[in-house]
């Protein structure tokens, strides 16, 4: 059984922060983890991938130099910090688990455990 759970999303304003958290249960934490976004209308777009061992991060252009993935394994948790904020950013947000063996997790049919989401806003 492998659980994922978000939280920290909400309205905020162009330039404003936000940091995302996510919950994982079962020992696919300990694996890489990535958020991805969704807009209605379009499919998932990726975020940000962090994976096991020395924590190696990849980020998408559009967020590059303003998100950060991070995680706390005694904890259990992944965090997305997002700084900077545009109204381009609104969207979804989901945690994922779980990699499918030789998939680099770019795409969204690489993971088989989702969060159910926590809804970002951007707007003045």
């Known amino acids: 059984q492998v659980d994922v759970a978000e939280s920290g999303g909400g309205l905020v304003q162009p330039g404003d922060s936000l940091r995302l958290s996510c919950v994982a249960s079962?020992?696919?934490?300990?694996?890489?983890m990535a958020w991805f976004r969704q807009v209605p209308r379009k499919a998932h777009e990726f975020v940000a991938r962090?994976?096991?061992?020395?924590?190696?991060?990849r980020l998408s252009e559009s967020v590059k130099g303003r998100f950060t993935i991070s995680r706390d394994d005694a904890k259990n948790m992944v965090f997305l910090q997002m700084n900077n904020l545009k109204p381009e950013d609104t969207a979804v947000y989901h945690c994922?688990?779980?990699?499918?063996?030789?998939?680099?997790?770019?795409?969204?049919?690489?993971?088989?455990?989702w969060g159910r989401g926590t809804q970002v806003t951007v707007s003045s």
């Open positions: 994922v688990a779980g990699l499918s063996p030789m998939r680099t997790g770019l795409g969204a049919d690489d993971w088989m455990h």
């Open positions: 079962g020992r696919t934490f300990r694996h890489t």
């Open positions: 962090i994976s096991e061992g020395r924590y190696g991060s």
